[in-house]
């Protein structure tokens, strides 16, 4: 039996007990380095160690530990608060307010779940008691939860960055105007969608006592990201700014957490990383071995000699990815596809930057597909609500996210603009 019918049933087999992505991956990389390699294993920890002495790592558990601290106390209250206010006087509102407190919350969080679980324990209830249909209500804080994988700081942007060694920080600069585009999409769909239901009571003083409420919490994105645009901070500097922030603020401006919370949140977090890391070492070692083996010039020759143009290669591009985000992970996809896809690429004129920020508009809708869509399994254990209810509710949104990422695509300047 071929070498590779012997990998892919070990895979299958795997898939069909339903083994974790970390025990699957490990075993595809020991089989690549005994078979096609030279036969050591040992080169699987030597390439951990490689992918994991990176300082821009560091920032991840940052980010994760500022949403966990944020959701925890009341600084994600306050902030969707302050955007419930704003948009109180026009119809619809309340769902373009909750585009915008995920937007905002995902400045800060830098995670799709976490910002979907913050703003929608908050506006799912808010949403039916003010007669929007339950469709909507779904379909939004599901989808607006996945803007936390684009706008920036981003912890897939940070994924790719390590993997490709490619500038976080123009990673980030490169998000900001995709992810206001979308942003600004979204909320005009909700706007549009919505534009019959009922004004709440009007009360002047609202937005006034929001804004003095929130004001410590509205100072957190500028904090976060004027220090790393600014080139004041790192982003791993940016991220523990704050952390720092974010604790002093929920511990004694809004006096919402202590020392007990703050042990759940790192505990939380530690979990979490518990499973990120490895995938992180595991995955490096896959592309080193196929980087060693020449498979990125293989196929970028192979692609140069039977793709016409730049254009064919971009849909061909996006086509691959979005069928990829229905199946595999966002950060797995980063780290085994980025470093593969970099020099292909490169070689049809594309910057890397602006590659990684269609691929990550691509996982983005990933996150909202079956089998695999993240944000749909989140939501449907959050909601308690049937999980293809939630995949149809999530259409429309799906329809707008692929026209920007089209845009985005094809008009690369958008995520060039700002880079220096």
């Known amino acids: 039996m071929p070498a590779s019918l012997i990998l892919l049933t070990l895979v299958v087999v795997l898939l069909a007990l339903r083994q974790n992505i970390v025990i699957i991956l490990a075993v595809v990389v020991s089989f690549m380095h005994l078979v096609w390699g030279d036969g050591d294993v040992l080169y699987l920890l030597e390439d951990a160690w490689i992918a994991i002495d990176k300082e821009a790592l560091l920032s991840i558990p940052m980010f994760i530990l500022v949403g966990a601290v944020m959701t925890r106390g009341s600084i ?72 936390g994988i684009i706008i920036p700081p981003s912890i897939p942007l940070i ?9 976080i920080v ?9 992810g206001l585009l979308l942003t600004s999409v979204m909320v005009a769909y909700s706007l549009w969608v919505n534009r019959e239901i009922a004004l709440p009571t009007q009360d002047v003083k609202s937005l006034s006592a929001a804004l003095k409420s929130g004001g410590p919490a509205l100072f957190m994105p500028i904090l976060l990201l004027g220090g ?89 591009l996006n086509v691959l990815l979005l069928l990829v985000g229905t199946v595999m992970d966002t950060i797995s996809a980063l780290l085994i596809l980025g470093p593969l896809l970099l020099p292909i690429s490169t070689a049809f004129g594309i910057h890397p930057v602006h590659l990684g920020i269609i691929m990550v508009l691509n996982l983005e809708i990933g996150l909202l597909t079956p089998p695999m869509g993240l944000n749909l399994l989140v939501a449907s254990g959050a909601f308690k ?33 700002l880079i220096h």
């Open 228 to 316: 790393i645009y600014s080139g004041f901070f790192t982003p791993t500097e940016s991220a523990s700014v704050a952390l720092v922030y974010a604790l002093f603020i929920e511990a004694f401006v809004h006096r919402e957490i202590g020392l007990k919370d703050l042990y759940l949140i790192v505990q939380e977090t530690i979990a979490l990383l518990g499973s990120l890391i490895p995938i992180i070492a595991i995955a490096v070692s896959v592309n080193i071995f196929l980087a060693s083996e020449g498979v990125p010039n293989m196929i970028s020759g192979w692609l140069q000699s039977n793709v016409s143009n730049v254009i064919i290669f971009i849909l061909c």
């Open 76 to 147: 994600a209250k306050r902030l969707i608060d302050v955007m419930v206010a704003l948009t109180r006087n026009l119809r619809g509102g309340l769902g373009a307010a909750s585009i915008l407190s995920c937007a905002v919350f995902a400045a800060i969080s830098g995670s799709s779940p976490v910002t979907l679980l913050a703003v929608g324990a908050v506006l799912y209830p808010a949403l039916l008691q003010q007669n929007y249909p339950k469709s909507f209500a779904l379909g939004a804080l599901t989808s607006g939860g996945t803007l």
């Open 159 to 167: 994924i790719f960055g390590i993997a490709t060694e490619t500038s």
């Open 385 to 417: 609500e049937r999980f293809g209810l939630i995949a149809r509710s999530v259409l429309p949104f799906i329809a707008l996210m692929i026209g920007v990422l089209m845009v985005v695509s094809f008009v690369p300047q958008l995520s060039l603009a």
């Open 170 to 178: 123009d990673l980030f600069l490169a998000g900001l105007l995709p």
